[in-house]
């Protein structure tokens, strides 16, 4: 009762938080779905190039997020920028990379052969085969990626609270410095149900962008 309460009296707290955690994983995920489909895209043309990027992409994300966090701090300091949202938003990039170069290059190379020849049968170009017909029918294996990346992310930038990123992660911390179950409470609740609406948005903007032919 104390926590719900608790909640409730300081929803606009909780709300400015949210904004702040929303607008970390936004832009992070955002940049890196500005790179991490042209990189899937570009590797498929090269089997060695593909296997390295993957492997290095693969490297970051297994790097502790907390460590992640404090190898941005000494990088971005030479700029005047070690602690808050700059490097929040850098490491959540980084970790973006992984789930969306993986599911981009994965779709690009299984469109069926037999579609890629009845494209250059039609005439169509190199970049025209990509745009029109390869790029709409990995649309929804890109976006099961992008949904990977976001909702994993959301849990990350809760972490960032402790390099001054704010967020909903500010919560979580206050409640474990202050031994304050409610803060704690209603921070882990909050980010939970962040991720689970994501994850549902996000897929249906999926089956929106999904191309009629493939829902069938």
């Known amino acids: 009762m104390e926590t719900i309460t608790f909640i409730f009296s300081n929803l606009g707290v909780i709300g400015g938080l949210a904004v702040e955690h929303i607008s970390i994983v936004a832009v992070a995920v955002g940049l890196a779905i500005l790179t991490g489909v042209p990189i899937g895209v570009a590797i498929t043309q090269s089997q060695r190039l593909a296997d390295a990027v993957l492997y290095v992409a693969s490297i970051i994300v297994t790097v502790p997020s907390i460590a992640l966090f404090g190898l941005m701090i000494p990088v971005l300091s030479l700029i ?25 290059y994965t779709a690009i190379t299984n469109v069926e052969p037999s579609l890629r020849e009845a494209a250059r049968g039609m005439g169509m170009t190199p970049l025209q085969r ?28 809760a972490i960032a609270a402790y390099i001054g990123a704010g967020g909903l992660g500010v919560l979580i911390a206050r409640g474990i410095s202050q031994t304050d179950p409610r803060q704690l ?32």
């Open 130 to 157: 990509l745009w029109r017909v390869e790029i709409p029918i990995a649309v929804p294996v890109i976006m099961a990626g992008v949904r990977t990346a976001v909702v994993m992310n959301i849990g990350v930038a």
């Open 80 to 104: 005047g920028q070690g602690i808050g949202w700059l490097p929040a938003v850098i490491a959540i990039l980084l970790y973006s990379q992984l789930p969306i170069i993986r599911n981009t």
């Open 185 to 216: 409470i209603a921070g882990a609740v909050a980010v939970s149900i962040l991720a689970i609406a994501a994850d549902y948005a996000l897929l249906a903007l999926q089956k929106r962008l999904t191309p009629a032919g493939l829902k069938r």
